[in-house]
């Protein structure tokens, strides 16, 4: 038997001691719920008892295949047993039956993982003891009838909406609308019904052990149901959502999920019970009020699936039988924030008027919440200012970078309802996960719009712009999921009629009828819906968000700055709080009108077309360094020479061969036919077999020298204009893919010999640095040479990650990385987050060989890991100067910077 501990207990024995094994600094072990449930215990909060198996159970199941490790089952078992001596009840039992929840619990939220089954235990005998026990047989029957529907739903994989048919036909047959208005008759009828979809439903050949007289048969055994229950959380972990969940928000795929196994306590036992989701503040604006929703007379999952529309956590001390436990809970809210320091995230549950505490954890929040509350916090004494910027995901940022509606347009509002996940979104209207993905594939922007959500949304949710739902409250699956992507969200919107099968929305009290594809607009920061687009407008930084980066930049080392490669951008960017423009790709400005000229350039043969060609980029040149260089007037500005492969600047060779076969069948004239076979032999001559590895970056300034040496006399003209309207520019030139010294040196001496020229033509001292970007593994491995010809090295991450790996970008991202992720044969897609052991360690070894050589060498990234939170920890530790991104993730590097700082 192996002497690895398995289960863990938590809550009070039969006397009322506390014993439990675990605590909130387990969360790796038991789970951020079992942690929490044992944190809880140990506050003396009234947990109902239970235990915990562990994660790493999870993953031992898992890795064998499926098959239990040795004696986890018997430890289980003990644990089960110990759990209905504290109890007083046993499992099964037909006098008085102890009912168990099974819940997973990662060690991080994940909402891609199995739903929660209440009330196993139940079966055809023990069904008549909670009758005796309880003298409620609709509460029984109630019990029943949800346990069957939960059990077969989430641990037997059956659809959902064969029970809620069931259910719907009965209500039409009785003339009723709600679940409450069934009796405990009608209940029994259904529970009937309910075993024979099960039986109907289960194939005999997955579950044999199920079957009796030849068919399948719901289980009676209740050790049975919980190790069939068990199973099923453990096999939620690679479930398809789970595994999309962990790919979006980097999660490992070692960790497991722990099982909560937990005495049950019924919020469902008449007017004087109740459930509920809260929040010790507002998580959608952080304002310190109690928020939430609950349910009198109802089950948890009751409030979270939006089958009933709820009431607000404000309300609940004014019901009658519950303004005892509606005082305590709030008590419990403020021990739990002054203990974990954070606003929480708390389930509960009110028996008969005493309450219950199921879980609590960090709760989820929008990213103006998250800075509000952060802000708060430090400012009540809670945490200090290192804490608060811990706290606040850096992606979550995006958040506030969002679009919102422009006051100045005027629209009709045709729907409101709940405000569950700020900022605003227009697209088409599409009813299903599915359509939402296809559309977005093909480019089109979308909103999906569901009665409510579930967890198998989860890759639609993900795609859409905006969330849009007729039921729910704001701790709904559709409201905190949205929150956490920081996707705008409008829930509860109770007067819409959803047909997804008609793909129709009728609004309730308008003639109005939306169609699928039709154009919607949403304002998740103000619960409501607009038919037609409404215009957007980009936000700005200012209040909390601002008050927050101001921290991050006393914290931080690295330095921040931009990719920007026109006046617009480098505008934002420098809003936005960048330190200055970390890559400029020229090669953006040579397209559009500019893109004939070049090829005016590459096409012609004669020296003076070549040379009209390239006056004309010249001049062009000039005003584009001028107007970027004015606006970052005072802050570094990084150039990059001309870098992509010379074709892409030509026409496509395929595209004008049907162009000469099309004028061939019509007998145009045979010199134009002739003069454009003679374009597509020239831009045949430009065919490379390998484009990325051909003429491109240094070479082809080697091979043109004209181009480097027009790119280098507009970056030197326009700076003197500059310099002698009184600016301050501070341009550096960017020598791209080298891989040896003598290429910068010769790129170098050019660029040195036309700077000079500038300088004494217009009278005005110029003094610029000249460096390389450093994305071809021999230029890192040789970075110490390289260092005493280079001002600043500049990463290129991209490309240095394509030639570390031998992988095409455009060809892996959509081929096969996702198979290399689901097969773990990667962690993380490589050209999202940097690959920290190869691609990181030649990052290191350049700067620290770089700066050997040249200790004033200044060394940045400009690849977009440069705005990925996790890659922005790794250059830190590589001991780079700065970090370039976009820059819209400018504020986003400006948190994570400070972050590893931290760390």
Same mark, same amino acid.
């Given at each position: ?10 809550? #009070? ?18 789970? *951020? ?8 215990? #140990? ?22 295949? #499926? ?8 430890? %289980? ?80 994989? =059956? ?39 099960? +039986? ?112 607000? %956590? ?67 004494? =809670? ?34 309802? !709940? ?7 227009? *697209? ?15 480019? $089109? ?48 919107? $109770?007067?819409?009629? %959803? ?35 409404? +215009? ?26 931009? #990719? ?44 003076? +077309?070549? +040379? ?29 020479? !001309? ?56 070479? =082809? *300034? ?116 996702? !198979?290399?992720? $689901? ?81």
């Amino acid at each position: 038997m192996s002497d690895t501990k398995r289960v863990f207990a938590f809550g #009070n024995d039969s006397n009322g001691q506390n014993i439990t094994e675990g605590n909130a600094q387990m969360r790796y072990v038991l789970g *951020g719920k079992g942690a929490n449930l044992a944190e809880m215990s #140990n506050l003396g909060l009234p947990v109902p008892p239970g235990f915990t198996i562990t994660c790493q159970t999870c993953m031992e199941y898992a890795n064998e295949g #499926n098959v239990w490790p040795e004696g986890a089952l018997a430890e %289980i078992e003990r644990y089960r047993l110990n759990l209905e001596s504290r109890m007083g009840k046993k499992i099964g039992d037909e006098k008085d039956p102890l009912l168990v929840s099974v819940r997973s619990g990662a060690p991080m939220s994940m909402p891609g993982m199995m739903d929660t089954v209440l009330n196993l235990g139940l079966n055809d005998k023990s069904i008549y003891g909670l009758i005796e026990q309880t003298n409620n047989p609709r509460f029984a029957w109630d019990s029943y009838r949800r346990f069957i529907q939960m059990f077969s739903n989430v641990v037997m994989g =059956l659809d959902g909406d064969l029970y809620e048919k069931a259910i719907s036909v009965k209500k039409d047959a009785l003339g009723v609308e709600s679940d409450t208005d069934l009796d405990a008759r009608d209940l029994e009828d259904l529970v009937c019904e309910f075993k024979t979809i099960f +039986s109907d439903n289960v194939s005999p050949v997955d579950y044999p052990s199920l079957v009796k007289d030849g068919k399948v048969t719901f289980p009676q055994d209740p050790t049975v149901q919980l190790r069939l229950a068990i199973e099923a959380v453990f096999g939620s972990w690679n479930n398809p959502r789970a595994v999309l969940y962990r790919q979006k928000n980097k999660i490992a795929n070692d960790l497991g999920t722990a099982v909560n196994v937990q005495s049950m306590v019924f919020g469902n036992k008449g007017n004087t019970s109740a459930t509920g989701v809260a929040f010790t503040r507002n998580p959608a604006n952080g304002d310190k009020v109690f928020y939430g929703d609950f349910l009198v007379n109802a089950q948890g999952e009751d409030v979270v699936a939006g089958i009933r529309n709820t009431t607000p %956590i404000a309300d609940l001390k004014d019901v009658p039988g519950l303004k005892e436990a509606a005082h305590e809970l709030e008590d419990i809210f403020s021990v739990l924030e002054n203990h974990f320091h954070d606003m929480c995230d708390i389930e509960f549950t009110i028996e008969q008027g005493k309450l219950w505490m199921l879980q609590t954890r960090a709760g989820k929040r929008t990213a103006a919440a998250a800075l509000k509350i952060a802000i708060d916090m430090v400012e009540e004494g =809670l945490i200090d200012k290192e804490t608060a910027i811990s706290r606040i995901a850096p992606d979550q940022l995006d958040q506030l970078l969002h679009p919102q509606f422009d006051k100045n347009s005027t629209y009709e509002v045709v729907a409101s309802g !709940l405000n569950a996940s700020p900022g605003a979104a227009v *697209g088409k209207v599409k009813f299903s996960s599915g359509e939402v993905v296809s559309a977005v594939e093909k480019g $089109e922007k979308c909103i999906l719009v569901r009665w409510e959500t579930t967890p198998d949304d989860l890759a639609g949710m993900y795609a859409a712009e905006g969330i849009l739902t007729s039921h729910g409250g704001k701790t709904s699956h559709a409201a905190v999921i949205a929150r956490g992507m920081g996707t705008p969200c409008v829930c509860g919107c $109770e007067s819409l009629r %959803i047909d997804a099968d008609a793909k129709t929305i009728e609004i309730q009290g308008l003639d109005l009828v939306i169609h699928e594809d039709d154009i919607i607009s949403l304002d998740g920061s103000e619960g409501i819906v607009v038919k037609g687009e409404v +215009s957007l407008v980009e936000p700005e930084i200012t209040g909390d968000l601002d008050t927050i980066l101001e921290w991050a930049d006393n914290i931080r080392k690295l330095g921040v700055r931009a #990719n920007a490669d026109n006046p617009k951008d480098a505008k934002c960017a420098r809003d936005f709080g960048a330190e200055g423009i970390g890559l400029c790709r020229t090669e953006h400005m040579f397209l559009g009108e500019r893109k004939k000229i070049i090829q005016s350039f590459i096409l012609n043969e004669d020296e003076k +077309s070549r +040379s009209a060609a390239a006056e004309s980029l010249y001049l062009a040149q000039v005003e584009d360094f001028y107007e970027m260089l004015k606006v970052m007037d005072g802050l570094p500005m990084i150039i990059r020479l !001309l870098d992509p492969p010379l074709h892409e600047f030509l026409d496509n060779p395929r595209t004008l061969e049907v162009e000469i076969a099309r004028l061939e069948e019509r007998d145009a004239e045979a010199k134009v036919i002739s003069n454009k076979r003679e374009l597509l032999s020239k831009i045949d001559s430009f065919n490379e077999q390998n484009p990325m590895m051909g003429l491109r970056g240094c070479r =082809l *300034g080697i091979v043109y020298p004209v181009l480097t040496e027009l790119q280098v006399r507009a970056i030197a003209t326009a700076t003197a204009k500059l310099k002698k309207e009184g600016f301050n520019p501070k341009p550096e030139i960017m020598v791209p893919l080298i891989c040896t010294v003598n290429e910068l040196a010769y790129a170098k001496e050019d660029a040195l010999r036309v700077i000079s020229e500038v300088s004494k033509a217009e009278a005005v001292d110029l003094n610029m640095e000249i460096g390389t970007m450093i994305e071809l593994p021999r230029a890192a491995l040789t970075a110490d040479e390289i260092a005493t010809q280079a001002d600043f090295f500049s990463f290129g991450t991209n490309d240095l990650t394509q030639t570390t790996f031998g992988f095409s970008r455009d060809d892996v991202e959509g081929e096969f990385i996702p !198979l290399y992720l $689901e097969k773990h044969l990667l962690s993380r897609n490589p050209f999202a987050t940097v690959d920290g052991n190869g691609v990181g360690k030649l990052v290191g070894m350049a700067t620290e060989l770089g700066k050997q050589t040249n200790p004033n060498l200044l060394c940045g990234v400009c690849g977009e890991h440069g705005g990925d939170p996790e890659s922005i920890h790794t250059f830190a530790n590589c001991g780079v100067d700065y970090v370039s991104c976009s820059p819209y993730r400018v504020p986003v590097a400006r948190l994570a910077a400070a972050q590893a700082a931290l760390d």
